[in-house]
């Protein structure tokens, strides 16, 4: 018993050594600090998984992908590569060397395989968005679609 006391003694003195405030401290208090910043550490941990949802992890989608209808830069196309494209492939960036904020650009890309390429992650391209989940299967339909029906603007 007297062992164990003296391990447990030569511990807080250790302690006491590296952290000069916690001399102030009593054993209890010094427990009750420990115990509060493990109990906070586990609450944060269990809020950290907040954007769990199917979509933004695996880029799937529960809803039905509509390609039936003629795809169109101006109704679906300009919409995904804003939301997917625009922070790199824009008049403000133009990083690697691709815009893709007009309809001119975007069809481009499209006729000469680069961005299906890409989004599909194909051996040979560059897999985007860079640093990002792939697509949707449902954006890249509509991109594959649009393109299937000549690429048309309007």
Known sequence: ?????????????????????LKTLNSMQFKQILISGILIAMIASLSACYYDSEEFLYGVTTQECDTITVVTYS?????????????????GSNLGNLLLDSYTTARNAANNGSMM????????????????????????QSLQAWLDDGTPNN
Not at 117 to 140: E, R
């Open 1 to 21: 018993m007297l062992e164990r006391n003296k391990i447990r003694l030569l511990s807080y003195e250790r302690i006491e050594n590296h952290l000069p405030y």
């Open 75 to 91: 109704a679906h196309v300009s919409s995904i590569l804003q939301k997917n494209c625009y922070a790199c492939h824009s008049q």
């Open 117 to 140: 390429g890409s989004v599909n992650h194909k051996a040979g391209y560059s897999p985007m968005p860079q640093g990002a989940p792939k697509l949707s299967s449902c954006d890249i």
